[in-house]
């Protein structure tokens, strides 16, 4: 899962900014669960079944991560907006 723009080697500062790789880790576990599901949801134990449920738990859980650190992360962009904005307006005033 690479991309252009975020081709840095550190893994911290790829989650919630690389959107190839939400894309694909979303393209994986929406495929997979329905998979899991139709195959193996009457036999749970089987080898195949573990594997593919803990995959499914290992994509959904990396999608659940890089939207957490993206809402973080917008979240804190917008409350530094606003906050510049209203340095703006103090100083306007004056």
């Not at 550190?10 to 900014?17: A, C, N, S, T």
Request: charged content about 20%; some cysteine.
């Amino acid at each position: 899962m690479t991309c252009q723009r975020c081709s840095d080697n550190i893994f911290k500062r790829k989650l919630g900014r690389c959107t190839s790789c939400m894309r694909q880790l979303t393209l994986l576990s929406v495929l997979g669960w329905p998979i899991w599901l139709l195959l193996y949801r009457d036999h749970p134990t089987q080898v195949n079944a573990i594997a593919l449920g803990l995959f499914c738990c290992a994509f959904t859980g990396l999608l659940m991560l890089h939207w957490i650190i993206r809402c973080q992360r917008l979240w804190r962009a917008r409350a530094l907006r606003q906050r510049r904005q209203q340095h703006r307006v103090l100083h306007s005033e004056t």
